[in-house]
Each structure stands twice: as C-alpha cells, then as structure tokens.
C-alpha cells in the first residue's frame, strides 16, 4: 500500500511559478512510475506530466516548455515546478502512483489533491 501526500498549491498571479511536492510512503519507491494529474471545475481529469522508473518525462502537450516533474528517491518524493502559469492551469492537482514503468490512465494510488490557482 502506498499513501500519497500532495502539497504546494496556492494562488499565483499569471506567469508566475510554483513547486508541487508529493510526498510517498513506502519502500520500493523507485519500482513506481510517478505523474501528476488535474482537474478543473466542470472539465475531466487530465493527464499533465509523469516521470518512469527509467526517470525519463513524459508531459502534455498543453505544459511542455512551462512544467518540469522530478523525482527524489531518496526522499520518496515526486515534484512538478510549474512556471509561466497561466489561468487555464486552474485546478485541482493530485499526485498519482503505479507499480509499473510508466503510468497508465488508471493510476494505483492518488493523492488528495492539492488547489492551483491563478489569476489573470
């Protein structure tokens, strides 16, 4: 069983930045693929970036260029730095795990979510 921590949202004005941090419990971190997702009111969650047990990225195509993920597996923790923040990068963000090498649409384990909001 993992838990998943999400932390870091807040209000920002547009172009600015902010780190999101997902913190992991567990031992075998490193056999997860790691991602975030989100969801804005009244829209589907959507997949934003995740990074494989290999470490390498993968990113929608809606962030690539403003949003950069990583991993710490010492510390069992997953970032996404967001920069250049628009109003439509408003929503709901949640940390999401899978014991595979890449995430797939339906992730194991979800965090709780943490609110991203900025204002134009």
């Known amino acids: 069983q993992v838990q998943l921590v999400d932390s870091g949202g807040g209000l920002v004005q547009a172009g600015g930045s902010l780190r999101l941090s997902c913190a992991a419990s567990?031992?075998?971190?490193?056999?997860?693929?790691m991602g975030w997702f989100r969801q804005a009111p009244g829209k589907e969650r959507e997949f934003v970036a995740e990074?494989?047990?290999?470490?390498?990225?993968i990113y929608a195509n809606p962030v690539k260029g403003r949003f950069t993920i990583s991993r710490d597996n010492a510390k069992n923790t997953v970032y996404l730095q967001m920069n250049s923040l628009k109003p439509e990068d408003t929503a709901v963000y949640y940390c999401?795990?899978?014991?595979?090498?890449?995430?797939?649409?339906?992730?194991?384990?979800w965090g709780q979510g943490t609110q991203v909001t900025v204002a134009s």
């Open positions: 990074v494989r047990t290999s470490g390498s990225t």
């Open positions: 567990g031992r075998t971190f490193n056999n997860y693929a």
């Open positions: 999401a795990a899978e014991r595979r090498v890449y995430l797939t649409t339906t992730p194991d384990y």
